[in-house]
């Protein structure tokens, strides 16, 4: 059966802090390339990936989860 794309339900991403995806370098990845895809400019990633990298691994999170935890489910 083919059915319309528009039909298509919208699911988060969902990443496992536990696992390989939850590394800080791969969430910094994922923070760029989410991004970009969100139509945020270039300096404003930069300055959301410097933020992540101001403190320890929970503040990390944090940023992240606070910059695109309506696109993404966060998995501790």
């Known amino acids: 059966m083919i ?3 528009k039909k298509m339900p919208i699911r988060p991403i969902e990443i496992d802090l536990n696992g390989p995806e939850g590394n800080a370098f791969v969430l910094m990845a994922y923070a760029r390339k989410l991004g970009r ?5 270039e300096g404003r990633i930069d300055a959301i990936i410097k933020v992540m ?3 320890n ?5 944090h940023t ?8 993404v489910v966060l998995y501790k």
Not at 37 to 41: K, V
Not at 57 to 61: F, Q
Request: net charge negative; hydrophobic share 40%; no cysteine.
């Open 3 to 5: 059915v319309d794309r």
């Open 37 to 41: 895809q969100l139509g945020m400019t």
């Open 53 to 55: 990298m101001l403190t």
């Open 57 to 61: 691994y929970d503040g990390l999170v």
């Open 64 to 71: 992240f989860d606070v910059e695109f935890g309506e696109y």
